[in-house]
């Protein structure tokens, strides 16, 4: 059975002792990207008659075909399933959530607080394939394979911030300071959580890498005010954010990362209290809400009518997206050769 990711945050640092560190391993590691073959999908739990809902995956077929092939990919590797299972497996909302895959006509992800939909757009995927399929520097030309498993951890990363938006807003959680580093700081939790479980830290890696490519890409000329204002963090902001997290949840194991000034040592000084005190804040806010038992496996009837927990006139006008209102500039993607390719 996979494991119950959302769950094993709370329990970690509950077990850990309620914000204490875990036990440092004292061999050092590089984390390495892995290839997980696609599964057979285990039916994804959906809402029975009697009021029991959940988060229901969903594909919107795309009007533009050049993006029929990444449909197919995420189709094929059970990815929206594989999302929604992991939000089932930690929670029962308080309606049906939809988790769609569509065309957005942009590069973006999403929560939209008056839908209450998640939503993870194929222009995302196909930009992430466009970004990933780019050599680093000094290092030969990635393959389609690889390329893949980089867009399946990075949207791992982004599925788990959107799904962050969803929970502070379900449950009215009380956040301090921007609502969007706090739902990266819930994403980096959860995929190093689930990455200590599987000795597999794909995911955690492709989303740091992620962040240093956009930064890269988008913030190497002059910055503008707009830059400074949006609710956004800056994206090389975010890379040294999930990379110092990553560092402080084992910094035996991730001395390298300080070693090769991956990540600046006055920042590595911080780090391991930097994660404590945040598993520790995200375990007090998610606890309360845990579901108690794993959710059926059985399908059953999904209601006709959803009943709506927000009061009438609270709607939110606004949708919370994993990147900045200034999308990232688009070149010409090559759909062909980078898509998806391992189940989350």
Same mark, same amino acid.
């Given at each position: 059975? !996979?494991?119950?990711? +959302?769950?094993?945050?709370?329990?970690?640092?509950?077990?850990?002792?309620?914000? $204490?560190?875990?036990?440092?391993?004292?061999?050092?590691? $590089?984390?390495?990207?892995?290839?997980?073959?696609?599964?057979?999908?285990?039916?994804?739990?959906?809402?029975?008659?009697?009021?029991?809902?959940?988060?229901?995956?969903?594909?919107?077929?795309?009007?533009?075909?050049?993006?029929?092939?990444?449909?197919?990919?995420?189709?094929?590797?059970?990815?929206?399933?594989?999302?929604?299972?992991?939000?089932?497996?930690?929670?029962?909302?308080?309606?049906? @959530?939809?988790? @769609?895959?569509?065309?957005?006509? $942009?590069?973006?992800?999403?929560?939209?607080?008056?839908?209450?939909?998640?939503?993870?757009? /194929?222009?995302?995927?196909?930009?992430?394939?466009?970004?990933?399929?780019?050599?680093?520097?000094?290092?030969?030309?990635?393959?389609?394979?690889?390329?893949?498993?980089?867009?399946?951890?990075?949207?791992?990363?982004?599925?788990?911030?959107?799904?962050?938006?969803? +929970? @502070?807003?379900?449950?009215?959680?009380?956040?301090?300071?921007?609502?969007?580093?706090?739902?990266?700081?819930?994403?980096?939790?959860?995929?190093?959580?689930?990455?200590?479980?599987?000795?597999? /830290?794909?995911?955690?890696? %492709?989303? @740091?890498?992620?962040?240093? !490519?956009?930064?890269?890409?988008?913030? $190497?000329?002059?910055?503008?005010?707009?830059?400074?204002?949006?609710?956004?963090?800056?994206?090389?902001?975010?890379? /040294?954010?999930?990379?110092?997290?990553?560092?402080?949840?084992?910094?035996?194991?991730? +001395?390298?990362?300080?070693?090769?000034?991956?990540?600046?040592?006055?920042?590595?000084? !911080?780090?391991?209290?930097? /994660?404590?005190?945040?598993?520790?804040?995200?375990?007090?806010?998610?606890?309360?809400?845990?579901?108690?038992?794993?959710?059926?496996?059985?399908?059953?009837?999904?209601?006709?009518?959803?009943?709506?927990?927000?009061?009438?006139?609270?709607?939110?006008?606004?949708?919370?997206?994993?990147? %900045?209102?200034?999308?990232?500039?688009?070149?010409?993607?090559?759909?062909?050769?980078?898509?998806?390719?391992?189940?989350?």
């Amino acid at each position: 059975m !996979r494991p119950r990711p +959302l769950v094993a945050v709370v329990l970690a640092v509950v077990l850990a002792g309620c914000g $204490t560190t875990q036990p440092t391993r004292e061999t050092p590691v $590089t984390p390495t990207v892995t290839t997980a073959a696609p599964a057979t999908p285990t039916p994804t739990p959906t809402p029975s008659a009697t009021g029991t809902f959940a988060f229901v995956p969903s594909y919107e077929t795309p009007r533009d075909k050049a993006l029929l092939p990444t449909e197919k990919k995420m189709r094929q590797n059970h990815l929206v399933e594989g999302w929604a299972e992991a939000a089932n497996d930690g929670f029962v909302p308080p309606q049906n @959530i939809p988790v @769609i895959a569509k065309q957005c006509d $942009t590069v973006n992800a999403f929560y939209d607080e008056e839908e209450r939909t998640i939503t993870m757009c /194929y222009e995302m995927a196909d930009y992430l394939a466009e970004l990933f399929a780019k050599p680093a520097e000094g290092e030969e030309k990635p393959t389609a394979q690889e390329v893949g498993e980089h867009v399946v951890g990075a949207l791992n990363g982004i599925y788990f911030h959107e799904l962050g938006h969803a +929970l @502070i807003d379900l449950y009215d959680l009380p956040t301090t300071g921007k609502e969007e580093d706090a739902v990266d700081q819930l994403s980096a939790l959860v995929l190093i959580t689930e990455a200590e479980d599987d000795k597999d /830290y794909g995911s955690i890696i %492709s989303t @740091i890498e992620a962040w240093g !490519r956009m930064s890269k890409e988008t913030e $190497t000329g002059p910055l503008e005010q707009g830059d400074f204002a949006d609710d956004h963090s800056l994206s090389g902001q975010r890379y /040294y954010n999930v990379m110092c997290y990553l560092y402080g949840s084992n910094h035996n194991a991730f +001395l390298p990362l300080v070693a090769d000034g991956s990540l600046p040592v006055d920042r590595a000084m !911080r780090c391991e209290q930097e /994660y404590a005190k945040m598993a520790r804040a995200w375990a007090t806010l998610l606890g309360p809400h845990l579901r108690e038992e794993p959710p059926s496996l059985t399908p059953s009837a999904v209601p006709t009518s959803t009943p709506s927990a927000r009061p009438p006139g609270e709607a939110q006008s606004r949708a919370r997206g994993a990147v %900045s209102s200034r999308p990232p500039a688009m070149a010409s993607v090559d759909r062909t050769g980078a898509p998806p390719g391992a189940k989350p």
